[in-house]
Structure formats: structure tokens, C-alpha cells
């Protein structure tokens, strides 16, 4: 949303990176230089379940949990 406000003379909007950039360009910055750990940026190599890299218990998805949770349960009944 940041980038999609600037206004830039000359330019009508801002090329946005794909979803899938962002989280290369994300992992890329959290891992070391060294070029086996860049490798775990990629698709086929990333780590979801690393609780360093992907916080689950941030307060922006308690209501996505909260969403998901009652639908499960709801389901399983």
C-alpha cells in the first residue's frame, strides 16, 4: 500500500513486486550471505514451519485464526 501511494514525476504508478518476490526478497534478508542458506529462499526449499522466519501468533492473524478455527470446528462436528 506504501509503494502504490508514492507519486513519482513522470511515472503514472509503481510496478509492484508478485506475492512470491516478496517472500523470496523477505527470506533472503532473514537468512545468512553465504550462498547454501540464500538457496532456502526459494520455493522448493522454504521452510514454513520455522518459527524464526514465520511468526503464527502475531496479533494481525488472531482474527484469521479466530475465523478458521470456529469454521473447523464447526465442520468437524
Not at 16 to 36: H, Q, S
Not at 47 to 61: R, V
Request: glycine letters at 2%; hydrophobic letters at 35%.
Amino acid at each position: 500500500m506504501c509503494l502504490s501511494s508514492k507519486k513519482i514525476s513522470g511515472r503514472t504508478n509503481l510496478t509492484l513486486p508478485a506475492k512470491k518476490a516478496k517472500i523470496y526478497a523477505y527470506l533472503g534478508v532473514l537468512l545468512d550471505r553465504t550462498n547454501t542458506e540464500q538457496e532456502k529462499a526459494k520455493d522448493i526449499y522454504r521452510d514454513y514451519l520455522n518459527t524464526t522466519h514465520w511468526n503464527l501468533d502475531a496479533d494481525f492473524l488472531k482474527p484469521l485464526k479466530e475465523f478458521l478455527l470456529r469454521y473447523i470446528l464447526k465442520t468437524e462436528k
